[in-house]
């Protein structure tokens, strides 16, 4: 829980690889145990809070993962409606697609990383979206 705390008391940017604006915690059921989620809504991610180290860095897979994420060489395996998070998780990271409750019973999908580390779907849909234009 502390480290939460001083995840939230950080201010810095997203470039620096720092918390940044986390203003909000959730938490979402996955399997059978409750994992908590960091939530930047002005960088448009949310990751687990086991990203989040004392010195108010992110330093975890998922983190990493959005730097590097991509649409442009998953283009034929994103035809038909396909999630474009969970194709690149797959496809591209090697990981796992997970599906989250939270206690009001909304629903979010993650990408679980070798390291254990999660970030939304959607937060990897939009930062491959804004890698790709920055190329």
């Not at 399997?31 to 908590?36: R, S, Y």
């Not at 930047?40 to 975890?60: E, V």
């Not at 599906?99 to 979010?108: I, S, T």
């Amino acid at each position: 829980m502390m480290r939460i705390i001083y995840a939230l008391s950080c201010l810095t940017a997203l470039g620096a690889g720092a918390v940044s604006k986390l203003d909000e915690t959730s938490s979402f059921r996955i399997g059978d145990h409750w994992v908590v989620f960091l939530r930047n809504p002005a960088q448009h991610f949310t990751i687990s809070a086991t990203c989040s180290r004392k010195n108010g860095q992110l330093g975890c897979d998922a983190y990493a993962a959005l730097k590097k994420v991509s649409m442009k060489t998953l283009a034929g395996e994103l035809a038909g409606g396909v999630e474009p998070g969970a194709v690149m998780c797959v496809k591209a990271l090697a990981g796992k697609v997970v599906l989250g409750v939270d206690r009001q019973r909304n629903e979010n999908s993650f990408c679980q990383l070798r390291d254990g580390s999660m970030v939304s779907l959607g937060g990897l849909a939009y930062h491959a979206r804004k890698n790709d234009s920055a190329k």
